[in-house]
């Protein structure tokens, strides 16, 4: 169908008697010529270089004389909200021609048309977007009804490592950015975009899909000589058309265990869409970091929330046969915390994303082997993993990381932990794979087996003495930041909540009974997922 | 998994949400044990449900039952052991699989039948003498679970059937609580630290967050202080007399009777040189059976204020700022709305106004606030 399209389209081509833009002086017309190739039908005129292209989803052709026709095409420009529509009036040489280019144009948005197959009741929908194509949409409408909340927002704007090194990271490297265009993907408050545009650049386009777009135009204008160089765009970054390609991209795509919420894949194709060649990406490379970890307080903590399913008689119902579902689900859901790094029992290991050279279709897919070796004998609980990114700016480099121990982050650090834990002596070797599969609830399946080979008497079998496998969903993690903590942390790491404390035990004035306060118990996951970053 | 928009029909009041999103939003928190769990340890709701069904098996033994939004199945497994011949257990999420291995190892494979889909979806073999649902949300209708039921009623309840439960009342109180003066404060302390927070963004970074102050202090005055709020009150924080907001018969009920829930009500002080904080939201539902076929033992669950029989529900507390000094013999004259929310028909939105005649005759000006229900 392709190629006999070709085929058939490129026979034809209309001699223009004359050429005009509506929006120009009748004088200004010159012969043309309209062209149908397999790229579509495109106008010429010999006073424009750029001929005007035609889309057969859109066009309005309109005969207002037997050899005059106007040809008009929606629109929408850059930054602006209204639609507009662009034209050109054509005359043909009789009027014969007047009516096969009809003829032929009628035929071919039929065609067109028809090859998308999304004529339904007269109405035409325009074709998906890769975005839509990768998430599901349910997932996305919550992902941005969230970011498009000033709360959230300011949680990560008070985030002051995050903030605090983007803005030293821009304004180090001025250099960088002085004269330049730049582009913010996934703008949301639009604090990047007002950093750029202080360390000099020319113009900055603020791509942002959720509602924080108004909010950030309002934040931007409340600016004002930072204002005059800066354009919010409202959209998703898959979708938008900017006037000028980039010399920088600068962005703020980075979920838990770096690539949750796959913003990552918006980066990489904003890179592939706005970026210059020689262009650079704020940040440029990302590092997963892991490593085994030991935590007794915290693996019965979760083994305990599942006792409930062990009543054999609970108003006459035996709960047993749910116990086992219920203790693996509990163990499916990644632990969100800040903790302690002398829990790790051995030197971490990371894995490379350099996000200037990565495929987004590498990004569907994750797989890291593991290899580590264990600097005490203890329980193996899990494999704990946490990230950072590098600004690898001409002036400085500068690495924003949220590793235990650094000062904590929003992000915090994420730990698998394993239903069965390993033993291991010191000196012994740790195995294993973290694989990460990526779903259309804009998360990651993770699939993380540990092994510790046989070590001492008996190693020359070469067995395998223990293996633990689990499947976690990144998308639904436990959130323990605010569960008390088994060891004390320094005053200044103390990690602060969240989420609003919904647990408060009050005195009231004119009571003697304490009053149990709460917020309602959260019943949308709107709520548990894309907890912890910004767009 | 695509969107299809659900019909719109004239006159209802709260946006349908995309089927998709609905299931996200709504349905696919219920498919965690965990959630399950916390119901499931309701003694209350648990001892109303359980005492309802083996106190009355002359509804259940060799009758068809239909359990809607079913769960982890407790209350078709209790169906069966109560005597019924066949029970279908609607869940609409994966907790559907749980159920069935629930029932199974409960030997009720053959009784109970698991269908999985939402309500308004499933087709099944046979009409049903008894319909049992646990629809109640927070003071009632929030979640709107009960247009599910009211669906398979209509579909699917013999003329002769009963439901269970049978009757529903929503309440409202005057009550006094420490609360309102925590939330005034935690939402001065939120602008507070907006205000440093803008002061260091200007200082440290130097962007000028402060045109976004308004829209922030919106946000927030309707999260702490419009937002109704999850509460265990003391029956002694209630300050009066409690006004009953609607009764509904499941019966015949019908999605426009709580579509929009409109009522006038009195409510009389009761304590002396008191402070009326705010209002307490609750219901009570109560299994009668039908007048042709009633229950033998009449079972009623309420979340009303208790000591020592509080639920997962507890009460809605709608927060009166500022409050008002009141005392014994004044009357308080409501107008009641609730409404669903525009962007979401789960949620729910409230205004309540509000005239007060104190018992010496002289009448206050009257209030009006708008509540959210999330």
Redesign the interface.
């Known amino acids: 169908m392709e190629e006999s399209l070709g085929q058939k389209w490129k026979q034809r081509e209309f001699a223009l008697a004359s050429v005009s833009d509506l929006s120009s002086a009748p004088s200004s017309a010159s012969p043309g010529i309209a062209r149908f190739d397999s790229d579509g039908l495109q106008i010429h005129h010999q006073s424009h270089q750029i001929p005007f292209n035609v889309d057969p989803r859109t066009v309005q052709l309109f005969k207002v004389s037997p050899v005059q026709s106007v040809c008009v095409v929606e629109g929408s420009d850059v930054g602006k909200k209204t639609l507009y529509s662009r034209g050109v009036t054509i005359q043909f040489r009789n009027d014969e021609e007047s009516a096969a280019f009809h003829c032929v144009v009628q035929q071919w948005k039929k065609e067109v048309n028809a090859q998308e197959g999304n004529v339904r009741n007269g109405t035409i929908t325009t074709s998906k977007s890769k975005f839509d194509e990768k998430i599901?949409?349910?997932?996305a409408?919550?992902y941005f009804h969230y970011y498009g909340?000033?709360?959230h927002q300011?949680n990560m704007?008070?985030d002051y490592v995050r903030?605090?090194t983007y803005?030293a990271a821009v304004l180090e490297n001025r250099a960088d950015f002085i004269g330049r265009v730049v582009v913010d993907v996934g703008a949301g408050?639009g604090?990047l975009s007002?950093?750029a545009a202080?360390a000099g650049a020319k113009h900055v386009y603020a791509v942002e899909a959720s509602e924080m777009a108004e909010?950030a135009r309002?934040?931007i204008?409340?600016?004002p000589t930072l204002a005059q160089r800066i354009t919010v765009i409202k959209g998703k970054v898959e979708d938008v058309e900017l006037p000028e390609k980039a010399d920088i991209l600068i962005s703020e795509p980075m979920g838990t265990l770096l690539v949750n919420e796959r913003m990552l894949e918006s980066y990489v194709i904003a890179r592939d869409r706005f970026l210059v060649p020689t262009g650079k990406m704020f940040p440029g490379v990302g590092r997963i970091h892991m490593a085994p970890f030991t935590d007794e307080y915290l693996f019965i903590e979760i083994a305990n929330?599942a006792l409930?399913?062990q009543q054999q008689n609970?108003?006459?119902?035996?709960?047993?046969?749910?116990h086992g579902?219920?203790f693996q689900?509990?163990f499916s859901q990644p632990v969100v915390d800040a903790f302690d790094p002398r829990l790790l029992i051995a030197p971490s290991m990371f894995h490379v994303i350099d996000f200037t050279k990565i495929k987004e279709e590498e990004l569907y897919e994750i797989d890291i082997p593991l290899r580590f070796i264990a600097s005490v004998g203890t329980r193996v609980h899990g494999l704990a993993c946490w990230f950072d990114v590098l600004f690898n700016g001409s002036t400085v480099q500068r690495w924003l990381t949220t590793a235990p121990g650094s000062p904590t982050t929003h992000w915090y650090q994420l730990r698998c932990v394993l239903s069965q834990p390993i033993y291991v002596m010191a000196g012994q070797e740790i195995t294993g794979r973290l694989h990460l599969i990526a779903h259309n609830a804009q998360s990651y399946t993770i699939y993380l087996t540990l092994s510790a080979k046989m070590w001492g008497p008996g190693a020359e079998q070469g067995g395998i003495l223990q293996t633990s496998s689990c499947k976690l969903d990144l998308k639904e993690p436990y959130y323990r930041m605010s569960q008390p903590q088994a060891y004390a942390l320094a005053q200044d790491q103390q990690p602060q909540p969240l989420i609003q404390t919904q647990d408060?035990h009050?005195?009231?004035?004119?009571?003697d009974?304490p009053?149990?306060?709460?917020?309602?118990?959260?019943?949308?996951?709107?709520q548990?997922d894309s907890l912890m970053r910004n767009v | 998994?695509g969107?299809s928009a659900n019909a719109v029909a004239g006159g209802r009041g709260g946006a349908p949400v995309?089927k998709?999103?609905d299931?996200?939003?709504?349905f696919?928190?219920y498919a965690?044990?965990?959630h399950q769990?916390?119901m499931?340890?309701d003694r209350v709701r648990?001892d109303a449900y359980?005492n309802a069904i083996f106190e009355n098996k002359r509804h259940f033994a060799g009758k068809t039952v239909l359990d809607v939004g079913t769960g982890?199945g407790?209350l078709a497994?209790?169906s069966a052991?109560a005597g019924a011949r066949k029970v279908y257990a609607v869940e609409a999420t994966k907790m559907s699989e749980?159920a069935r291995?629930?029932i199974?190892?409960?030997n009720l494979q053959d009784v109970v039948e698991v269908i999985e889909g939402s309500m308004e979806e499933v087709t099944l073999p046979e009409r049903v003498d008894v319909i049992i649902s646990e629809w109640m949300g927070?003071f009632l209708l929030r979640?709107s679970m009960f247009d599910s039921v009211i669906h398979a009623r209509d579909c699917w309840l013999k003329p002769t059937g009963v439901m269970y439960p049978s009757h529903a009342r929503m309440w409202m109180a005057p009550i006094?609580?420490?609360?309102v003066?925590?939330k005034l404060g935690d939402y001065e302390s939120t602008m507070d630290d907006?205000h440093n927070?803008v002061d260091e963004?200007k200082t440290?970074?130097?962007?000028?967050?402060?045109?976004?102050t308004k829209?922030?202090s919106e946000?927030?005055r309707k999260?702490y202080l419009q937002t109704?709020?999850?509460?265990?009150?003391?029956p002694?924080?209630v300050i009066g007399t409690a006004g009953i907001i609607k009764e509904i018969d499941c019966l015949t009920a019908t999605v426009a009777d709580i579509e929009k829930v409109r009522s006038n009500f009195s409510m009389s002080i009761t304590v002396e040189n008191t402070?009326l904080c705010g209002f307490g939201g609750w219901f009570d539902v109560h299994f009668r059976g039908r007048s042709e076929d009633p229950a033998e033992h009449e079972i009623e669950l309420t979340t009303a204020p208790s000591v020592d029989y509080g639920t997962?529900w507890?009460q809605q507390v709608f927060l009166l700022h500022p409050p008002m000094r009141l005392n014994e013999g004044d009357d308080l004259r409501v107008s009641f709305l609730m409404s669903r929310s525009k962007e979401n028909h789960r949620l729910m939105e409230v205004e309540l106004g509000c005239e007060i005649h104190q018992h010496s005759g002289k009448i206050l000006a009257p209030f009006k606030n708008k509540y959210y229900?999330?």
Not at chain 1, 136 to 139: F, G, M, Q, T, V
Not at chain 2, 23 to 26: G, H, K, L
Request: glycine letters at 6%; aromatic letters at 16%; a negative charge.
């Open positions: 599901e949409s349910s997932s409408k919550m909340q000033l709360l300011q704007l008070q903030t605090g803005h408050s604090i007002l950093f202080q909010y309002k934040l204008a409340g600016n929330k409930f399913w609970y108003y006459g119902v035996d709960l047993t046969p749910l579902t219920a689900g509990y408060i009050i005195q009231s004035q004119d009571l009974e009053e149990i306060v709460q917020q309602p118990l959260p019943n949308s996951c709107a548990i | 998994m969107t995309p998709d999103v299931y996200a939003n709504y696919c928190t965690f044990l965990y769990k916390e499931l340890s648990m359980f982890s407790i497994i209790w052991q749980h291995a629930l199974k190892a409960n927070y979640e006094r609580t420490g609360i003066d925590h907006w927070f963004t440290y970074y130097g962007v000028d967050m402060g045109t976004l829209p922030f946000e927030q999260y109704s709020l999850w509460n265990s009150l003391h002694h924080q402070k997962h507890g229900i999330e």
